[in-house]
Nanobody, 118 residues
Framework: QVLLVESGGGMVQAGGSLRLSCAASGRFNNNSMAWYRQAPGKAREFVANIRQDYGSISYRNYVDSVKGRFTISRDDAKSTIYLQMNSLRPEDTAIYFC?????????WGQGTQVTVSS
């Protein structure tokens, strides 16, 4: 079983940047990992995923609202997934989670809070 711990959230002004990290312990050999987020009063949504095959990145996908602003990456040597978030907007305010893609139900961590003020 994989234990996922997110970090790097915080409070920033619109236009600012944050870099989220997701450290995985246990078995971390899942080729496809993703970031998700849940805004207050809304359902959890997909943000971005990244797939690696045979040591090379096969693809990255992003929800339309973050394309050009967010970048997902991974360092399997460190068992860590990253989300670089630039040009943040108030509507990016949410708790951000990492998980496999598709998500594994019993692998959700506590998430990390991102708050963007206008």
């Amino acid at each position: 079983q994989v234990l996922l711990v997110e970090s790097g959230g915080g409070m920033v002004q619109a236009g600012g940047s944050l870099r989220l990290s997701c450290a995985a312990s246990g078995r971390f050999n899942n080729n496809s990992m993703a970031w998700y987020r849940q805004a207050p009063g809304k359902a959890r949504e997909f943000v971005a995923n990244i797939r690696q095959d045979y040591g090379s990145i096969s693809y990255r996908n992003y929800v339309d609202s973050v394309k050009g602003r967010f970048t997902i990456s991974r360092d399997d040597a460190k068992s860590t997934i990253y989300l670089q978030m630039n040009s943040l907007r108030p509507e990016d305010t949410a708790i951000y989670f990492c998980n496999t893609s598709p998500a594994t139900n019993n692998a959700w961590g506590q998430g990390t809070q991102v708050t963007v003020s206008s």
